[in-house]
C-alpha cells in the first residue's frame, strides 16, 4: 500500500486549496486509526503516511491535538493517540463538591459523571481524567470510575497551615478540593511560617490511589484575619495572573503618555461631536461615549464611540499574550486586577474628558418604533465633552426641578439637550425591548460599605436608574450592531451566545411554578417572551425574588463561540460583545476583526481573499496598503476562535467565582459579629438536609440544618421543593417568610448557621378559578377551559 496519504484522501486536494501545508483530513486519520487497530504515535502515524518535512510533521501534530480537544481521539501515557469510542473511554474535567463527592464533565459535552468520594481521593477539582462508566442510577445518571490522570490542572495550593509536631498539613481553601496536604519541612528554604498562617504551597506529589499529596510551603500570605486577606487568597486560588511581565513592562515604557499625532491621520474627526461618558461615581476606566440626536424624519442618530484598544494591543505582543491570559478585568470590592495595564487602562484607552482620544465607532440609525435600521462603523479621534456619573445623570433627568438636578443642568447645561435626546431613544429602545420579549430580570446587587480600616460597615443594594438603563440600552445596539455586521462580512469572530433552556431543568421549573399556581409558557419550548410574561406575573410577589432565581437556574450559561447560535436572554438572533475592550478580552478580538474587516470591505477582491484566510488556518493577513502596520493584521482562523471562546468563557467564570469567593468571605467575617442576633429571611432554597434562608436587610444566605427545624422528623419534596414534617405536616418552601437566628459563623468553610425562630408567612400559595375569576386575573372562557381541563382529569 502506498505511503503517499494524498492518494489515499478522498479530502487531499481541499486541504490543499485551503492550507500552504496540507495535513490528512479528520476523516482519513479517524479511517486509518480504524484500520491500524491499535493506539499509534505521532512518529509513527507520519513515518505510515508519508509524512517529513518539518512543517507539515508539525500540521499534523496540531491535527491531533484539535481531534484530541475536540473529543475525537484521546492521547494516553505513552502520547499515542487511539479513537475514544473504541476505548469505551470518556475524557473529561474534574469538578469537586466540598463534601468529598465530584463529577466528570466530558469534553464533548452531554451529563456528567457522578464520582464516588474514594475515586476523588486521588485527583482534584480541575484535573483532566479518563473515565468509564461503570453504572447507572434509577433516574439515569452515571457513575464513573477514573481510569487516567490526563493532565493535572493544579500546581500550587493556598490554604491554612496546621502544624503537628516535626510535619505539619495545609488545610486548601479551595472548597472544592478536600484533601489535605501533607507539609514536610524544607531545610533549604528560607520561607518561615507558623500554626494557623495562610500559605501558599507547591505541590511535590499528586494525589494517587494509594498516596497522600505532598507539599512545601514557597509563600506565606499572612494571618488570617488581615485586611485584604481575601482578595489575596481568591487571586492565588483562581490563579488569576496579576502580575505585569518584563515583557509587558518594556512595551509599555516605550508608550507616550498622550496620543501621538500620526496615530490621529485616517480618522474621522469627531472631536467636536459632544459626546460623554457615563459611568459609576468610582470607575477610573472609560470605554464607551455616547451621544444622539433626533431626526428630522422620527427616530435618532446614535453614536457609541468605544476606546481603540486594538490600535495599542497589537497580536503577537506581549501585552497581547498577558491580556489573554488574564482575559478580563477581576472586579472584587474596591480593588481591581485589570486586563491592562494602568496606563492604558487608565490613560491612553481611556475617553477621560477634554483630551484626545482613538476609538471605533459605531453609528447607528433607529426607528421611532426602537429599532436598528442601519449602522457603519469606522475609526475616529473623540474628545469626551464631560465625564458623567449614574447619579448626576439620574437627578439631571429624572429630578429636573430638585434642588439637585438644576444645579447640575445649570453645570452641564452644554450637554442637557443631548442626555435628552439619549433619555427618548431610551424609551424608544426600551419598548422595542418589550415587544421583542426579551427577559428583564431586576436582580438586587450589592455593594460592601467598608471602614478606613477596611473592616466592614455594612451590606447595601446598588441602585439602579434611568442612567444605567439608558447606557445599557445603548451598548446593547452597539452590540446587534456589531454581530450583524460580522455576520455580513463572514469573518470568524467571537459571538456572545446564550441557548435556550435545556428539558429537564424546564421540567423542574414548571413543577415547582406549578405548586405556586404559576405557569411557564411555550410548551417544551419557550421563547423569551414567556420568560418576560411570566416574571411581569410575579413581580410584586414577596418571594419574587426566589422565583426569578429558579427562572435563572432553567437557563443555560452564556458563553462565547465563534457559531452564531443567537441569545435567548435578550432575544436577539445575533449578539456579541463589542463596547468593552479594556477589560475583556472577547471585545478586543471583536475589534480587530472589525478592523480588518472595513479597510477590506472597499475591496471586494481583498474582502475574498479576507475571508478565504478565515476559512484556513494561515497565520496573518495584511490588506493592501497597510503592509507595514500590524495593526491592521488579522491572523484568527475558525480553530482558533473555537479556542479563544473556550478559554475567555473560563476566564469570565473563574472571575465570576473568584468574586463570589470574596463576597462570601466577606459576608462571614461581617456576620460574626452578629452570632446571636435575630433576622427576618426569605427560604431561598431547599434540600435534603435543610433550607437556605436569605437575610433581606443584609443579603447574606444561611443554612438552617433539617435537624434545627422544629421538633419532627422532616422529609425532603423535590417536585415541590418543600421539606414535610411527618407528624405536624408542617411545611417550608421556597419563598417562606421567616425569622431566624444566627448560631454560628465558619469562615474557613464560609458557612453560616440559623436557627428557626418562626415562621412568619408561607410564600403564596395557587388561587382557585373561582378566585381567579374574582380578581379579574382571568377571563370566563379561560376559567371554563380551566374547569373543563379539570372534568377531563
Not at 179 to 187: E, L, T
Amino acid at each position: 500500500m502506498s505511503k503517499d496519504w494524498t492518494k489515499r484522501d478522498p479530502q487531499a486536494s481541499a486541504e490543499a486549496e485551503k492550507y500552504d501545508n496540507p495535513v490528512p483530513s479528520r476523516d482519513f486519520i479517524l479511517e486509518f486509526l480504524q484500520e491500524w487497530g491499535a493506539p499509534i504515535s505521532h512518529g509513527r502515524l507520519c513515518k505510515e503516511l508519508g509524512i517529513k518535512d518539518e512543517d507539515s510533521l508539525e500540521g499534523v501534530s496540531r491535527r491531533l491535538k484539535a481531534m484530541c480537544r475536540d473529543g475525537q481521539l484521546i492521547s494516553n501515557r505513552r502520547n499515542e493517540y487511539g479513537i475514544i469510542k473504541k476505548m469505551d473511554l470518556i475524557p473529561g474535567r474534574v469538578i469537586g463538591h466540598r463534601d468529598g463527592f465530584g463529577f466528570v464533565t466530558p469534553d464533548a459535552g452531554g451529563d456528567d459523571f457522578f464520582i464516588s468520594p474514594r475515586q476523588m481521593r486521588q485527583v482534584f477539582d480541575g484535573d483532566r481524567v479518563l473515565v468509564q462508566e461503570v453504572s447507572v442510577d434509577y433516574r439515569g445518571r452515571r457513575e464513573g470510575k477514573i481510569i487516567e490522570v490526563l493532565e493535572r490542572g493544579t500546581r500550587t495550593l493556598v490554604g491554612r497551615y496546621k502544624s503537628q509536631g516535626d510535619f505539619g498539613y495545609l488545610i486548601p481553601e479551595n472548597q472544592r478540593i478536600t484533601q489535605d496536604i501533607m507539609v514536610a519541612p524544607d531545610p533549604g528554604s528560607n520561607v518561615r511560617y507558623r500554626d494557623g498562617q495562610l500559605v501558599v504551597v507547591e505541590l511535590m506529589q499528586q494525589p494517587g490511589k494509594r498516596q497522600m499529596p505532598q507539599g512545601r510551603v514557597i509563600e506565606v500570605l499572612g494571618d488570617h484575619m488581615a485586611p485584604g486577606m481575601e482578595i489575596k487568597v481568591a487571586i492565588h486560588n483562581y490563579e488569576i495572573p496579576n502580575e505585569w511581565p518584563d515583557t509587558v513592562r518594556q512595551e509599555i515604557g516605550g508608550l507616550s503618555p498622550e496620543v501621538e499625532e500620526s496615530a490621529k491621520r485616517n480618522r474621522v474627526d469627531l472631536r467636536k461631536l459632544p459626546l460623554v461618558t457615563i459611568d459609576g461615581e468610582d470607575a477610573k476606566d472609560f470605554d464607551d461615549a455616547v451621544y444622539a440626536e433626533r431626526k428630522r424624519s422620527g427616530g435618532w442618530r446614535l453614536w457609541v464611540a468605544i476606546a481603540d484598544v486594538s490600535w495599542y494591543v497589537r497580536p503577537g505582543t506581549g501585552l497581547d499574550n498577558e491580556a489573554y491570559l488574564r482575559g478580563n478585568s477581576v472586579y472584587f470590592p474596591e480593588f481591581v486586577v485589570p486586563m491592562l495595564p494602568e496606563l492604558l487602562s487608565n490613560g491612553l484607552c481611556s475617553l477621560n474628558p477634554n483630551v484626545d482620544r482613538l476609538a471605533m465607532v459605531c453609528e447607528m440609525t433607529i426607528s421611532s418604533s426602537g429599532k436598528l435600521s442601519g449602522y457603519r462603523f469606522y475609526e475616529a479621534v473623540i474628545q469626551s465633552h464631560a465625564r458623567l456619573t449614574y447619579n448626576k445623570v439620574g437627578s439631571m433627568l429624572m429630578q429636573p426641578k430638585s434642588p439637585e438636578g438644576r444645579s447640575l443642568r445649570k453645570e452641564y447645561a452644554a450637554v442637557v439637550p443631548h442626555l435628552e435626546d439619549l433619555h427618548g431613544l431610551y424609551f424608544a429602545l426600551r419598548k422595542a425591548r418589550e415587544a421583542r420579549g426579551a427577559i428583564d430580570f431586576e436582580t438586587t446587587e450589592t455593594r460592601i460599605l467598608f471602614s478606613d480600616q477596611r473592616k466592614i460597615d455594612n451590606i447595601v443594594p446598588v441602585e439602579r436608574n434611568d442612567a444605567h438603563k439608558l447606557i445599557e440600552e445603548c451598548m446593547l445596539c452597539a452590540n446587534v450592531a456589531t454581530a450583524r455586521f460580522l455576520d455580513k462580512v463572514k469573518v470568524p469572530a467571537l459571538y456572545r451566545i446564550h441557548e435556550g433552556p435545556k428539558a429537564e431543568k424546564l421540567q423542574n421549573l414548571r413543577a415547582y411554578l406549578g405548586e405556586l399556581g404559576l405557569n411557564l409558557g411555550g410548551g417544551d419550548k419557550p421563547e423569551p417572551g414567556d420568560y418576560q410574561k411570566l416574571a411581569e406575573q410575579i413581580e410584586n410577589r414577596a418571594d419574587r425574588h426566589v422565583i426569578q432565581t429558579m427562572m435563572l437556574r432553567s437557563m443555560r450559561q452564556a458563553v462565547y463561540s465563534p457559531e452564531n447560535n443567537g441569545h435567548f436572554g435578550l432575544a436577539y438572533q445575533a449578539y456579541t460583545h463589542f463596547t468593552s475592550p479594556i477589560r475583556r478580552y472577547p471585545d478586543l478580538l471583536v475589534h480587530r476583526a472589525i478592523r480588518a474587516a472595513i479597510h477590506a470591505e472597499s475591496d471586494r477582491g481583498l474582502l475574498n481573499r479576507l475571508k478565504s484566510v478565515f476559512r484556513s488556518s494561515k497565520t496573518i493577513l495584511r490588506p493592501d496598503g497597510f503592509v507595514s502596520n500590524p495593526a491592521f493584521c488579522y491572523q484568527y482562523s475558525l480553530e482558533q476562535m473555537l479556542q479563544l471562546g473556550e478559554h475567555c468563557s473560563m476566564t469570565e467564570r473563574r472571575a465570576d467565582d473568584a468574586t463570589r469567593d470574596v463576597m462570601s468571605w466577606l459576608k462571614c467575617e461581617y456576620m460574626q459579629s452578629e452570632v446571636g442576633g435575630e433576622f427576618d429571611g426569605v427560604i431561598s432554597a431547599v434540600t435534603g438536609f435543610g433550607v437556605f434562608v436569605e437575610l433581606t436587610s443584609v443579603y447574606v444566605e444561611g443554612l438552617i440544618h433539617i435537624t434545627a427545624l422544629p421538633s419532627d422528623y422532616y422529609h425532603f419534596d423535590a417536585a415541590k421543593q418543600r421539606l414535610v414534617g411527618e407528624r405536624t405536616r408542617k411545611t417550608f418552601k421556597l419563598g417562606d417568610q421567616v425569622r431566624v437566628r444566627v448560631m454560628r459563623v465558619d469562615l474557613d468553610e464560609r458557612k453560616i448557621d440559623f436557627e428557626m425562630v418562626e415562621k412568619v408567612r408561607s410564600a403564596k400559595k395557587p388561587k382557585s378559578v373561582r378566585q381567579q375569576l374574582a380578581e379579574g386575573e382571568v377571563d370566563k372562557a379561560n376559567a371554563k377551559r380551566k374547569k373543563g381541563g379539570r372534568k377531563r382529569r
